[in-house]
């Protein structure tokens, strides 16, 4: 029976591998945009087409688009991050949630290591001196990496690999997170609490997922707990930190800068975070690489697939709905 699927948005020129796939497995494919559309332009499709599947990339699926899906089976996420969907309003609704949770860890903590180099060795800064003709190597107040401390908040799957990519610089590691690391990772790095952390890091590197108890988790009290002068690098969602306080943090000089993939506002993050002389900006593309998106395309249509044959999932987010 042919059942439809609304793919909301894709990060990517167009979406010939989605369609290929999914109608040659006699379903119908029914797309949004690339840049995510308003939510109730969501709702408006998700109402005129009850689609049986949901694909999105960070569109929000909202309870009120859900509610418009009959027989729903499936809400896929093109990623690893689920808070752009009513997660409670899909299970009640009786659809599995699926991820991708690990299909871009090597370019997450490629990122956040690219990000602190940048920094300790002035290579933003210094480039765009150089390409407004200043050529003067005395200014150049730069760090030696080996023997600084990172401290990186939240050691899931990216934040091990950072761990193991920063670990023979000779860097310390610190860390903190919900589950104390266990065998080889545990060698890896100092395990701690998120304010024992915080005075100690030259830079502190964010890992963490966005929800009701990490929303705003850095604001001004977390970054005056900090070490004057360090680094902030979030390569995790921009819903973490207070836009606010940020600019507070690095106006006052209690932040030396910042590293951010993310930023809450995107994709119209806030100009004055953007265009701090003292923020290195990338506009959420951590997770980018030929690779990694082929495997999150495949493996997120492959679910897909799955649910709507009625098979079990391969990567199942488990419902809290009692």
């Known amino acids: 029976m042919k059942k439809t699927v609304f793919i909301t948005d894709y990060p990517w020129p167009d979406l010939d591998y989605e369609h290929r796939l999914l109608e040659a497995a006699g379903h119908r494919v029914v797309a949004g945009r690339s840049a995510a559309l308003p939510e109730r332009e969501i709702d408006a499709i998700a109402e005129r087409e009850r689609p049986q599947a949901i694909m999105t990339c960070w569109a929000e699926v909202s309870a009120t688009a859900i509610g418009h899906c009959r027989d729903l089976a499936i809400v896929a996420r093109y990623g690893v991050g689920l808070d752009n969907i009513a997660l409670d309003a899909a299970w009640a609704a009786g659809a599995r949630v699926t991820n991708v949770p690990d299909y871009c860890v090597e370019e997450v903590s490629d990122h956040a290591v690219a990000m602190l180099l940048a920094w300790s060795r002035g290579i933003v800064q210094w480039d765009r001196e150089v390409k407004r003709g200043v050529w003067d190597p005395a200014q150049a107040r730069l760090k030696r990496t080996r023997g600084l401390t990172v401290g990186l908040v939240g050691y899931g799957r990216a934040g091990k690999l950072v761990a193991r990519k920063l670990s023979g610089w000779g860097l310390r590691v610190i860390a903190c997170g919900r589950t104390p690391p266990a065998g080889d990772d545990a060698a890896l790095v100092e395990w701690m609490t998120l304010e024992a952390l915080l005075p100690q890091a030259d830079a502190v590197i964010a890992l963490l997922p966005l929800s ?37 943090a ?54 897909v697939l799955l649910a709507l044959r009625g098979e079990p999932a391969r990567v199942l987010v488990q419902s809290t709905v009692r």
Do not use: C, W, Y
Request: hydrophobic share 45%.
């Open 212 to 248: 009701a108890v990490t929303s705003n988790l850095f604001d001004a009290d977390r970054f005056a707990q900090m070490k004057r002068g360090a680094l902030f690098i979030n390569v995790s969602r921009g819903g973490l930190v207070d836009n606010a306080a940020i600019l507070d």
């Open 250 to 303: 690095l106006d006052s000089g209690q932040l030396d800068a910042a590293a951010l993939d993310v930023i809450a506002g995107e994709p119209n993050p806030p100009a004055a975070i953007t265009g701090h002389p003292r923020v290195i900006a990338t506009p959420h593309i951590a997770f980018s690489s030929p690779d990694a998106i082929q495997e999150l395309r495949e493996r997120t249509v492959e679910e």
